[in-house]
Structure formats: structure tokens, C-alpha cells
């Protein structure tokens, strides 16, 4: 039905920046809320970034003023730029869609998630 596709993940030392893309493809009519979450090794997944279909951002103390999420509805895509980059940024990054079907419904998507490494 759906798939988001993440891209952009890797190695990069502290205070480095990344940019991480998810493109959503499948039979879409319409994508309410996207969002980044992260998931580090022992932890619970949490939300990174989010972003409504009018450009309107969130995000967690822990990011704030270091990431800055955007989309391109156009091309159903949602981007993350991250920049001072911390080695606690150490995590697998998942896209999430609200997405609306062709066939009425709708529902919450996720990518396969990205790695990305901070070094000290």
C-alpha cells in the first residue's frame, strides 16, 4: 500500500551534520503529519522532529535549535537536517506518515529506519 523510504544516514564526527530524506510512495491521496523518531540501543523509540502538511514544526529540547525538519509535499517527501551533530545523536532514525488512501483509509506508516553514528 504505502512505503517510506529512508536515505542520508552514516558515520560523521561530533559536530558534523547529516541529512536524512524519507519519500513515501504507494497509493496516497493525502499526508497529514510526518515525523522523525529515533531509536538507540536499549532505549525506548522517541520523537526527533515533527511536521504538519502546513509546515508547522515540533521538536524535543534535546534537538531543538540543532534540527530542523522540513517536507516536500509535492513529492511526498519529509527531510531532516541535523547539524552539531552529539555522539548521544547515536541511533536508528524512522520516518512516520499519517497517511490518507486512495481507498478512504488511513492509517500510520514507518520506514525501515537509517543508521546514524556520531564519533567522539
Known amino acids: 500500500q504505502v512505503q517510506l523510504v529512508e536515505s542520508g544516514g552514516g558515520l560523521v564526527q561530533a559536530g558534523g551534520s547529516l541529512r536524512l530524506s524519507c519519500a513515501a510512495s504507494?497509493?496516497?491521496?493525502?499526508?497529514?503529519?510526518m515525523g522523525w523518531y529515533r531509536q538507540a540501543p536499549g532505549k525506548e523509540r522517541e520523537l526527533v522532529a515533527a511536521?504538519?502538511?502546513?509546515?508547522?514544526?515540533d521538536y524535543p529540547d534535546s534537538v531543538k535549535g540543532r534540527f530542523t525538519i522540513s517536507r516536500d509535499n509535492a513529492k511526498n517527501t519529509v527531510y531532516l537536517q541535523m547539524n552539531s551533530l552529539k555522539p548521544e545523536d547515536t541511533a536508528v532514525y524512522y520516518c512516520?506518515?499519517?497517511?490518507?488512501?486512495?481507498?478512504?483509509?488511513?492509517?500510520?506508516?514507518w520506514g525501515q529506519g537509517t543508521q546514524v553514528t556520531v564519533s567522539s
Open positions: 504507494g497509493s496516497i491521496l493525502s499526508i497529514f503529519r
Open positions: 512516520n506518515a499519517d497517511v490518507l488512501l486512495r481507498t478512504g483509509v488511513r492509517s500510520f506508516y
Open positions: 511536521i504538519g502538511t502546513g509546515g508547522s514544526a
